[in-house]
Structures are given as C-alpha cells and as structure tokens.
C-alpha cells in the first residue's frame, strides 16, 4: 500500500507544487491508488444541485499584501513566514514519535491549498464503508456539532447507520475493553448539539499508535475522524503513517479543536467564538465585583496556555478590562513601567480596575509554586491567577481583590448559531474529504473559505498573538494598555 | 426624644401584644410622638385608587399547623419556637453592641405581624424630607433595583431631587472625606436595575455608630435607609437606639439583604431566586465536564456561609447533582455510610458524578488550613471546595477531577423578573414604613404578603436548612442521597 | 364502588368540617375504602428521614386579615369571598359536563386545607400498580419538569418502569389509535427537563369522558395524572365522578396547570415565573425599538385570556412601560381621560413610549374583527393587538409603530430554576396524593405550603387581577398610569 | 476644492490602477489636496507599537480560485464578475440622485483593495477638528457599539470631546430644531455597547443632501461618519460629492450597516452574528411548540428584503428545520414538486415540521394584499408569514399552526462578543480613514481583513444568496430540501 505522495517533497505527503496556471499549491496526500474509484451518490441527488468541488479549486493562504516592513502587523507575518522553516514542534514531538515533525529548513508557506467540499468521483463504496469518531484532548463547545454532523453526512453518503461507530474517552476507547465503541445513529445524535461536552466522552490519554492502527484493521475501519487540537492532530499523522507501513487502508481525517483558538493558518478554530462570549461573561462579572467594592479589583484568569486570543478578544469585545496579561508579552510587576504602577494610577482614576491574564503568561515569573504534573505525566501550568492574587494582595494592601476563574463554565457550554454553522461545515468537509480519498488531511477555514490541509502544515508551532502584530495593537490602543516592560 | 415603644417588651421596641380580636401580634416601634402628622399625598392622586393599608391590618407568620410532632418538618418548626428563647446572635454580638442582642429567654413567636404598604396619615413632610441611602456588605442581585425604587418612590412621595443622597460605599461613606454622599436623581437610576451590583459601592466596614448618628444630625437625615444582612440589620438597630438617645429624630429602615436566603422568618431574600438560577447554569456546567471526562468528577462551591438554601436550591433544580454538602448537616468521607464510598457507587454505575458543596460545610474537618481573618478581622471561612479537591485527589487517583466556584459570577447578575418585582416591592414598602414614622424596622414577605418586622426578630439567629425539616428531606427524596455518618 | 365522601357537602366529596382543635378545614375525596392499604415503602428507606405527612396537617387558606374595609386589597378579599357562591363556572359548563360544577350558593372558603406529601400508609401496591399520565392543553413552560417528576417518583416508590405510560396528544391519545401510549423510562425522561414543551404532546381536543374510563378500566390504570388548566381540571373532576359510577378504581389526581397564573387559591402556577422573564425582554425590546426611533411607539401583546397576571407582573418588573391594558379594567382610547391622550403626554415628554396588553384586554372593544373559533369550535379571541396598532397608526399619524406578539417564544422556553424546583414538589406531591388513595385532587402552593384541593375548589371561576386589588395598585402607583376611563 | 480623483476611471473618484508590482488596486478618493498633512499623534504614543498602515498595503477581493465553471460556487462567482456591469441599482436611484449610480458597463472587480489602519501621515489637526455621527435606516445589533468606539477613537486622537457630536434620528437631524445634535462625551458613551438600540435615534427619512451639505458647513464639520444601509451609503456617496461641489471639506465615512447581511464583497456586515444568534431562539421556539401539539406546524418570519442570509444562516444553525423560503428562489405551493407535498412527506415521517421563510420571498405570489407604503412613500413588502399561515390553514386543515415574528427582538438586542470586537474595529478604521483624508468611503472586514472600498463599489447592489451558490447548497444538503419548482 502506498499513500500517494507523488510530487511530495521530502516525507510529508505534501508538496508545494506550481499548478497549470504557476500557483503554488498545497497537496494532500491521499490513498486513491488503493481503493476505487466510483461516482457520487450526489450526482443523482435532486436536491444537491450546486455541483461539485474540483481538486483544482483552491484558496489562497494569505490574503493581504504589505507594502513594506514598515505596514503594521507586517513584521509578524515576515516572523511567521521566517520561523516557518525553524520551528521546532516541541510539544508534537513529546506526544508522538520524532519523525512526524517537519524537518529542520521545511518549506515555504505555499500560495494556495486545496478547496474543501464534495467530489464528483469518491473511493469509497458508502454502503461498505465503516467509520470511527473520536473526540481528544479537552473539551471545547462544538464537540457534540461536529459528531452530529459527521454522522449526518456519512448517513446522506448512505453509510449504514450499523457502520457508524463512537469510540469512548478518546484514544483511551480503542483499547479500554470497558469502554468499548458505540454505536452512532441519527436519533442518538438527533439533539445532542443543543449540549455541551461531548456524547463520546474525551480524555487526554496518549495514543498507542501501533495499538490503534490494530483496532482500525480489525474492526475494518475504512475512515477515521479524529477531533483533537494540535496533539490530536499529530497523532492523527502518526496513526496515518502508522497504516501507510502497516498496509491498513484506513483514510485518517482530522478536525481541528483548540479553544485556544492558537492553530496556525485556521481563521479560528471551532468553539473560540463561543468561548469569548461566555468568557466576556465572566470579565462583566469581574467588572461589577471591583466597581461595586472600595477599591475593588477584579481579576479573571482565562484559556490560553500558549496563546492569549481568547483573553485579547474577550476583552476587546468587552469594552471595560483595564490591562491584559498573555504568554506572548513579557510584562514586569514592578518599576515605574511596571503593571502595579499602571493600576494604581486607574485606580486613582477610577477606583476600581479589572485585569484579565491567560492561564499560561508569567510562567517564568512563578516562583513560589511547586511544578505539578497531569495524569499523563505531562507537567502542568503554574496557576497564574492565584500567583497575581497573592501579589496583589501584598502590593494593594486594602484593596478589595475578586478572583474568577471561569475556564469549567466557558468550556462546557453549547455552542453558538455561528460556531454551530462551523462546525457542521467543518464535519461535511471531513466526510466528503474522506470520501474523496484523502488521508492525514485536517480541514479548516481560511480567508473565508473552507479547505484541506495537510496534518504537518499546521501542527509545527502553536499560533500566537504576535506582540507587534494586529490584535495586540488592537488591544492595546483600545484599551490604553502600556507594554509593562 | 422617644421611640414609641408603648407596649413594648423590655428593652426591645417590640411587643406581642393581644390585639382587639384576641390575636398576639408584634407591633413596630415608631417615632411619631416626635413627628408631626399629616395626610398622605396619596390621597389626592388619581392614580392610587387602592386605598391605604391599616396599622391594624395583619399577617400570619405561621401558615401551617401540624397534626403533632411525628409530622414531617415539625419538629424544625418546634425547634424553631424552643430555640426563639436560647439562641445567641454571636455575631450580631462581636458586630455591634451587645445590647442590641435579644436578652435570654426573650420572647415569643407572636402570630401575626403588621402589614406593609401606604398610610393614610404620614409624619415628614415630603417636602422638607432628607433622606440618605447606603448599601453595606457584600454585593447581591437586587440592590441596585432596591435603591431605584426606594429613589422613585420616594420622588413619588413628593421629595425634592436634592434631598436624596447615596452613601458611598456602606458604613464608610458616612465618614470618609474622599467618598462624600451623591445626590440621587430620577435620572441617575433609570437604569440601574439592568446592571449588578451597586452603583453606591458597598464595604464591610464596621460602623461607628457615634460617628453616623453626628452625619445624620449634622446632614439633618429625616430618613436613613439600610439595605444589608444580619450585620447590617444589626447595625440599623444600633443606629436606631442612638438616635433616640441622643435625640435625632432619624426613622431607620432596614431592606434585608442576604444571597445565602438565611434570614428568619422571610419567606426568601432578595436576590436569591436570581442566585439560584446563575447556580445552576454552573452545575450543569460541572456536568457537562464530569459526564464528557474519563472518571470525571465535577465539585461546585456555592455560597453559604453558614446555611445551605442556594445550594440545596440549585442542586434541587438542576436535577443533575449526586451529593451535596451542607453547612447544617455533617457528614464523613470515609467509611462505609461516608460520602467516598457513596459516589463510588455512583462512578460504577454511571461512569461520572456530580457534587455541590457551601462554602461553609465541613469546616470543622478541615485541619490542613491556617486560619485566616478578612479586612476588618473577623474569621474567613477555610476553604472547603479545595480541601474537597485535595481529598478527592487523594481518594479517586485515576479520576479527573473539574472544581468550579462560580460565587463572583452569581453575585454580580441582574436581577431575574421575580426578584425586580420583589426589590421593588419591598423597597417601596421602605419607604411607606419610613413615611409612617415606623424606626426599627425591616420589610420583608411573610407567607406571601409584605410586612414590617422590628429588626431584633429577624437577626436574632442565622435561618438554617433543617436537617429533619422539609427542604432537605426534599433534596434527599429527589436525588437519593443518604446521610453521610 | 364509592369515593369516599363521608362528610361531604352536596355532591362534591368536598367538605369544610370542623377539625377536632375547631379548625375548619376542607378534607379531600378518597378511594381508601376501595383500596387495601398497607405501609409506605419509605418507612424503611434510610434516605427518606424526615416522617411522613398527616392528614391532619394543614395548611390556612388565608394568612392575611384587615382591620376593615377600607383596607388596600381588603375588597377584593371579600369580594373573593362573597363570589364564591355566586360564580357560575361557564368555562368548565362547556367544556365538560354540567354536573361538574358547583352548586350555586356552594361554600364558603374554609380555613385550612390538607398539607401535601408523603403519607405513612398507602393504598396501591407499587409493584402491581400502573400509572397513566396526560398533558392537555396549551404548552407552558415546565411540563416536560412535573412530566419527569412524575415518572422519578412513581418509580421510588417501586413502580415498576414498564407500568408507566405517557398519553400522546392530550385526551386525545386515549382514544386516537395512530398515537398510542409509550411507556416511560427513567432513561427517556432523563433529560427531558432542559427542553421546553412536552414530550408526551399535547392537544385542545375535548376530552370524550366516557372514552376515557373505558380505557383507563381496559388498560388497568391505577393512578391518572393530567397536567391541565382549569378545562384539564374540569375534565379530570368529570372523569373522576365517571370512574365512580363506573366502579373503576383510578385514582385521579390533576396538576394544575396555568401558563396565564389564573388559578384560584394557589399562589402561583408552574411556568408563570419562567413566563414572566421571558415577557420581560420583549418588553425590553419594545423599549430598544421605540426609544431609537423618531417617535417611536412600542406595543407588546402577552398573554392572559381572562387575567392580566403576566402583562402586570413583566411590566412591574421591566420598570419601563408607560401603560397596561388588561382583560379585568376597562379603558377607553379616546376623551381627557383615554390612553391616547395619556400617551400623547409620554411621547411629548419623552420622545416615544411603551405599551403592553394582555390578549384577552379590551375585547367588547373590538368590532372590525370577524368573530373566530378555534379546531373544537369554541370561540376565539379578537387580536387586540392588531386591532390596537391599528387604532394607533390612526391617533398618531407620524408615529413609528413597533408591534411585538411574543406568546409563542414564551410558552416554549425551559423552566427557570425556580419554576423547576416548583415543578418537581407538586409532581411528588401528587403522587404521594395519588398512593394516599386520593381521588379528584389539584396540588397546589398555599400560603408558601403545598397542599392538597379538592378539584371543584379551584374551578369554579379564572383567577383575576383586582381592578382595586394590591397588585394591579402596585402596578399603577410604579408607573404612574391612570385608570383610563 | 477637489476631491483627489487622480487616476480615477470615469466619474466615480474610484479606481482599479496597477500597482507598481502588477496588481490591480481599487483606490479610495481623498480630500488630501485641500488639508494640511502632519504626522500622526500615535507616532510618539508608547501605547501604539505596532506601526502604521501604508497606503500600499493591499487586501485580496478574491481568495478562491475555481478549477472551472463546473466546480461548485464558480457560476456564482461568475455571474458576479458578469453582473458587475449590468445591475441597476433601482434602490439607490430612487433614494439619492441618478447620477450616484454606477454607470452601465462600468467596472470590473479589481484585486485588491486598501487597507484599512491608522496612517502615519494625518490630514485633520485633532485639537480642532469637528465630528459629527449619524445612524440611518431600521435599528441593527451593533450601532451604539460602533458610535462609542467612533467616539471613543476621535478622542484618542486628541478631537475635544466638545466637538463630537451626535446627530439626532438619522438625517433628520440634520434640519429638525426640535432634536439638535447632542454633544458625544466619553462618559455619555461608556455604558452605552451594554444597550441595543441606537442612543442617537435613528429614522428612515430621507436626506435632503443640499440642506446636510449646508450644515455641515456651517457647523464647520470636518469629519461625517454616516453609520447606514445602502440606501446610507448612497447618501454618504451623495453628501460626498454636494461637498465637493460646493467647496465644503468635510470628510464623509460609512460605516456600512445591514442586520440582512446583503452588502457586497465584505465578509458579513456588524449585527449579523447577533441576529442569527437570537433568530435562531425563534426557531427553537417553533420546534418545540410544533413537536408538542397534534399535527403541529411551525412557521418562522425572519428578515430578509431581498437576500435570506439571516434565514438561511438561522436555518443551518439550528438543525431542526425542514424547509426554508428566501426571495432568491423562487417556489411553488402546489404540485408534487410542491412545498406542501414536501412538508406533507415530514408531517407523516415526524408528526409536525418547522418552515423558516425570509420576509421578502414569495412577494410574486401574494395576491390577496393591497400594497401598502411606508412613511417616506416607499412600496413595503407584502406579509409573506400571514399569507403563508393562511396558505397552510387551508391546505393543513386539522394541523396546529404557530406563527413566530421575532424581527423586533432580534434587532434591539445587544451585540455578541464577535460583533462586538467587529464593531469596534469597523469604527476605529473609519476614524482612522477619515483622519488619513479619505473621503466617501467605506469600512469592510474582506478576506478577514480590514479594508477601504468606495462607497459606489458595494451598493450598486444587493448581495443576494446565490440560488446555485455555496451557502444555498449548505442547507440544501444540510437539511435535504428540494427547490419547490
């Protein structure tokens, strides 16, 4: 068996090559040379009639044009262009094996990738056709939109509903004989987008690769949907390897999930638009806490381990936070640039001051907490919020401080109608990319548009807020925030 | 100067005494042997064609009569008239003075109490009325729908914009030369319902009451309205004795005010319903966690510092929770009838669980925690969400465990629909009391109907979840929880 | 077969006596001496510690006295009571039977009634006895909660899951052989409580009594619950009395239902609360549209066919509408006197201004509408809110005129959390009626106690906001609107 | 004076040049000619290190590229570049003057357009320049989001807070004496994005330019933000060229508004997200009131003059509709390709069925109306729900139909967290365009990121859902309707 890598370039099954017409073009790699080929069940379908997506259509990957290095926010995109070829996916290579990293001096960011959507010739026959869902790593709103989906369209495909199976907990229910696979049908699936969580269960086990790629061939699994973040992801690309070498004709299709909305290329990840506004929630309540007390402040601690979106955009939605803390920006407490000489003088002002931090910022400044390790073994944030609690308590000696920590209540929550419209179109997307024969492919949007991108393009690095990029400057010149440096 | 404590008892302004028809009723002590009477302006206004309510007209503050003591929940009510005489308001004692403090073997329940709403006669004139509003303790849904309406109806009364001023931040404003009053305008509190908090600002601060009693002479305050708990009824009855005896013809009236619903005889708090319903948003969100995790276990704290109403409540409501913890009712971790081996139980069969707990159950138990004090000194609750957490860890190794303390974000919530109807209610009763020339007095819902209670009744002891009563044998009957000993 | 009425009055199986200590209290019809009794299955259930109630409890009907007439609210009381003979039920004549209906020169209000709940003594077998439940009417928020209440009790008392069964579409699934029973399951009703409506459907159809006892003999239904407004109440009075002569030994217990809060007696029906938030942010909205618009009028219809309890409740607690129109005052549209000349006043102070009406208001008003009737043919109501704006867009000319109907985003929401509590206790309420042997019983809140009513009780007129009663008042005096005539 | 229309193709003072490296760029006209340039105040700013924005940066009009016209989309691309040159734009005739619109075979879709961004070179001295805002047309989520950041900005820049001002019920404003413009303080705005509506009032009347034109110059305006549809935008275009013509150099920017989301080329317009966020509410509501009666059928009027983007948006969200009408394609009632046969298959497969339709469909078909016209004169649409609800009760004899309208309380709710940060970006670009000397402009999110386009680019005319597009096929195959023809 071979995925067809053909005109890939070194061992990624992805390859930026010049179509027809001199675009630069983003591959995926696929398994069409295994199975057969035979045409859409839609081209019959009455009631699809807008046609089908060509292999051809394809989406731009950047869609601004600086001047110079001088336009703002350009100097981030030249950083992400340059770093492409020098990061190294710390993270990925932990959790997966070493070779399903980029190697060092990778590629260029190509021009376009392959445009997402249902094709006219399929490789696979639905009514023959057996598919696994699993859902990883943790929760995120959405989770439930994207397996209802994913069973919907395999089920138009005309996938028996028998064939259609759940797996338990993530990777933990290819194997845990407890939690064995269930059963999906279009009732059981019916209203479970109207709740939060996820009806399979989820866990932040690590997945044996050899063990899975096993249960894949024994259980005739023909596609796999993996929902997972960055870690999902690249052991999506490992258990598509894993089956390249093993001969197990399996079609590995990712969706992508973080909160953190921190994936490189994706215009947002499903679940952050739902996030920031239930995280806004949580500063408004902060916001009422500190201006309700004499000489209140209010500190939210919010997701974001590597990246700060969602505490940058909860806070710009908001209107009311008076400083932002995130992994990306350095920040002092102390000196006359420092943030408890800013607060002061907006509690002067004001009386009061709300202060948002990511989970993840000051990590380096922790000193008074011991390490601590999750079950994995994998070690753990410091907790932040609790840290500026303490300091804040010392330094603002009769302030009335109110801590929040609403991650449990953000994560949990259903989705909004727009992260609801996404996740479906994210699901069909999977469905029909499988169909179509692709493998160790994940979908996502881009400038708007929906497209298929190889598993390695988008796991090399966590996508961060650039310190002098666009968002952040965005905060700040809203907000008034000096760098506290 | 003297309050009219004509049939009174002792020192308290308050009697039962036997009303014409026989029936044993408390009145109110008042100040209108200093005042002068005058009819209502109400009388004239078209639009108040009701009629007024008689100092005579009365409500029941029992509704219910047991056939003996073997019927469920009467023996919480026998406790309830046998522990009127023994109980010691220890915290009304270190709060205030201590003879603001019920004497021993003081009184008993009377059966009927005097009803709330307009008096034909009142005893300021509207016009030369000065009144003075202030907020004390901690934030909860209502207060600002509270000051809104006691603003608005005071207008309605015929008092003159200039004449309404907000104290600062409870007690504090009353001294504190950076943080004067504010004169409360029609304008001003259009539209503070739709917000939290309070837009006076509140604080723990302790009263001097020598102190207030000068601004209220000074200030020449007809009026002075209250809204606050235990502490800050307490400190009515404080500012209400030296008022009389140091002649400053000031009617005192207290709004009570407590989220934790523990105040006696008051069919619920302000703000509780709200309370309520925001809890449970954050069960069901521990839910949704603990139900998508492998082994998930979602703890809740919720507020109650020394009752369980909200939690009992919202566990209640939701439908969802498998155990909940109390302040009033002990339980035990270990052992074969304790809490660990009961949600192991529940784990097997359902894969996940679900427990609320108030902030100050279990106190007794917690021994890993060094005892802390708040800004004004008083003894802080231990921690018991994160020693439950830390002895679940320890307990349940494999499990993942979710904490959620939603407190800030419940306490910071507009009002639901209930409880603006019931702020405004109450609040406009305030203002009748106070026009009536009652001093002394809070207003709450008793047995449906709104009535004025002396303030030494209803602080005398904190309301508590009955451990044999209705409301927890409710909770228990729903979810099917034992008693953990 | 005879229920037991000893001590009745007339034909109702209701009686006021003279309980042993003087008390007059109205006893409840039985089954008992038809049934075997035998031990509560609770007496040995560790988790149930809290006794059991007595029939001797109870609970008073009235916790309020005035000193005279001439106290606020005092003549509606009386009129209450002086109506209380004089009432003819035409709603309930039409509906069911004549028969049903009280005697004119009925009964006065006794003093007491009996306290709801668990009973130490039971008369069906748990194990043999079958349960039939029914939701009539239109939707209202909390009957999939009282549904799920039923089914959660029925079951802890030993019932087995197979002997529960749901019947579609109102009384129309008892006859309707396309729609027949489904049985319900703690597993079906799990989650039914998160989503508005009714699982089980419902209907207006007209219940066929004699239909319905043959089936309820046929099926061997021990115990019938219908959840229903005053005509399901009507009709579970009728198909008590039907079981009687027929000697079927069902017990028939109702829960009233009431989305319009037009019940007598009780203190509130489920759902009202839920609607009364939800009523509120139309109210909002109206406000939103008419301020931002050049002179701009907004008018919310609700709901209240004959009572006004959900138009003054939402607009009491919105605290922004200029006037109400309900089905209990009358008001004219024209004159010094009228609302136009009311609202011109409003819009010349304001700029624009908010109106809500219930359905019901207004009706003798109407003549440019052609009389309607519904699918059972009964009468329909005019569209007052139509006919309204219409009435308007003549009066003012230039006018901006938002019209807002929100009835049916209302009725369907999810409970609010205290909505939800209160569903459950009169669920469990009524089937600890139901295993006590009772028969032609309502559950309602009394006073802030639940207790037991003997149908023909709460039947016998709608419940209605006093043109000179405390709440329309309280209304009235917090807006500032005059009675428009 | 002159408009900077250098490089401009025939007389719109818009072009599509080649930049230096090739691209094709449309460029904005300026009023750089007749003010004075000076750097930025940000220049020296700590706060704002981001840089600036050049001239020469440039957003992509178009990220897809389609293999061919088979591929799925392209047509409708097509039918775009084609229809360019073809439309008339009927509205924007009638509302402004003739020579406002695009001339026949005017211009093809250019590449790029400007970025939107702070420029470091300003053309307005802030200390003395004056600003005035103006909301226009129907209200829209987002609209005192968008007039507290356009004040919050200008002063940020240094405008006095005493020359912002705001004009009064959209163009009206500009002439009537009894609502002069109010003065826009940062205090008056802070609150303001909590609340829907608009603070400034809006109105649908029409702009008599010449006399706005002379205002302007005499209130010496140097800057008109002009937040509106297309009919405001036209206007905006209108007031732009009254300006050049009689030498009054005010800078005029758009913010472009439509809660229906049909503007050409931008992403989504502010308010949108909001919209189908609560519109979908309205849908729940139908679902549930449908599935709980007996043959029960849900119909949902949603907005949607001429493009069903908020329907069909609202309808894919949801996942619990069956059919959905917008005004882009047309249907038939009858005949076996019907929608009635359609929803007859659903009401015997489900027992009820859910029909979303947009506001403007179907107007060919309603014949039983008379034309009615609003209060500028203008032709409004037909009630396509009350003919629908009519149509269905004819056809659906026995069924149970809701109607559901929720237009207005979708329209006054405040903004998501999404469109909020929206909001806030949209007005800062228009501020910053407007210092930097643009001038008949508007602001909008393309390809993700912000942009400058020409008013005439986006209103020649409505965006509509392409009937053979990618979103109509979305929910075509999302929930399996058929085109009814």
Redesign the interface.
């Known amino acids: 068996m071979a995925i067809d890598r053909r005109a890939t370039f070194g061992s990624f099954g992805v390859v930026a090559d010049a179509a027809d017409d001199g675009?630069n073009i983003i591959h995926c790699p696929t398994l069409r040379n295994e199975l057969a080929a035979r045409p859409s069940p839609?081209i019959a379908h009455?009631?699809?009639?807008?046609?089908?997506?060509?292999?051809?259509?394809?989406?731009?990957l950047q869609?601004?044009?600086?001047?110079?290095e001088?336009?703002?926010?350009?100097?981030s995109q030249d950083n992400l262009q340059a770093r492409w070829c020098q990061l190294v996916l710390r993270e990925a290579r932990t959790r997966v094996s070493e070779d399903t990293l980029p190697p060092q001096g990778y590629l260029h960011l190509p021009d376009?990738a392959m445009?997402s959507?249902?094709r006219e010739i399929i490789y696979h026959n639905p009514s023959d056709t057996h598919i696994a869902i699993c859902t990883v790593g943790g929760?995120c709103p959405g989770?439930n939109d994207v397996v209802?989906a994913l069973v919907?369209k395999a089920l138009?495909y005309g996938v028996p509903e028998s064939n259609v199976m759940g797996i338990r907990?993530?990777f933990?229910g290819f194997t845990d004989r407890q939690?064995r696979p269930v059963q999906l049908t279009r009732r059981m699936v019916e209203?479970i987008?109207?709740?939060?969580?996820?009806v399979l269960?989820?866990?932040r086990?690590l997945p044996v690769v050899s063990e899975i790629v096993k249960r894949l061939d024994l259980w005739k699994i023909d596609i796999l949907f993996i929902v997972g973040g960055r870690g999902g992801n690249a052991a999506a690309e490992a258990i598509t390897r894993e089956c390249d070498s093993k001969h197990v004709p399996c079609c590995v299709v990712a969706v992508p999930k973080s909160i953190d909305n921190d994936l490189l290329l994706i215009?947002k990840t499903f679940g952050f638009?739902t996030a920031?506004?239930e995280?806004?929630?949580?500063i408004?309540?902060?916001k009422?806490?500190a201006?309700?007390?004499?000489q209140g402040i209010?500190i939210v601690k919010l997701m974001g381990r590597q990246s700060g979106f969602i505490t940058v955009?909860?806070a710009?939605?908001?209107?009311i936070v008076d400083a932002v803390l995130i992994p990306e920006v350095k920040f002092t407490l102390d000196g006359e640039k420092g943030l408890f000489a800013y607060l002061e003088r907006i509690m002067q002002e004001k009386?009061h001051c709300v202060l948002c931090v990511a989970e993840g910022a000051g990590q380096d400044m922790i000193t008074d907490q011991a390490p601590k390790t999750d079950?994995a073994g994998r070690p753990e944030l410091m907790d932040v919020g609790l840290w500026l609690k303490r300091q804040f308590k010392a330094r603002f000696k009769?302030a009335?401080i109110?801590?929040?920590?609403?991650t449990?209540?953000i994560?949990?929550?259903p989705t909004?109608?727009?992260d609801?419209?996404y996740c479906?179109?994210l699901a069909?997307g999977a469905v029909h990319g499988a169909f179509a024969g692709f493998t160790g492919i994940t979908v996502g949007l881009?400038?708007?548009?929906y497209c298929y991108l190889p598993i390695p393009l988008i796991i090399q690095a966590p996508r961060r807020v650039e310190a002098?990029?666009?968002l952040?400057?965005?905060l700040?010149?809203?907000i008034?925030?000096?760098?506290f440096e």
């Open positions: 675009d839609f009455d009631y699809f009639g807008g046609g089908f997506v060509s292999d051809r259509d394809r989406v731009c869609s601004i044009k600086f001047a110079g001088r336009s703002a926010g350009s100097r376009y445009r959507g249902p929760i989770l209802r919907h138009d907990y993530g933990r939690h209203e987008h109207l709740e939060g969580g996820t269960g989820t866990s086990a215009d638009e920031v506004e995280a806004q929630k949580a408004l309540a902060a009422v806490e201006s309700s007390a004499y209010g955009s909860a710009l939605a908001s209107g009386g079950l009769n009335d109110k801590y929040i920590e609403p449990c209540m994560r949990s929550i909004t109608a727009g609801r419209v479906k179109m069909h881009v400038n708007t548009h002098r990029g666009e952040w400057n965005r700040r010149s809203s008034g925030q000096p760098n």
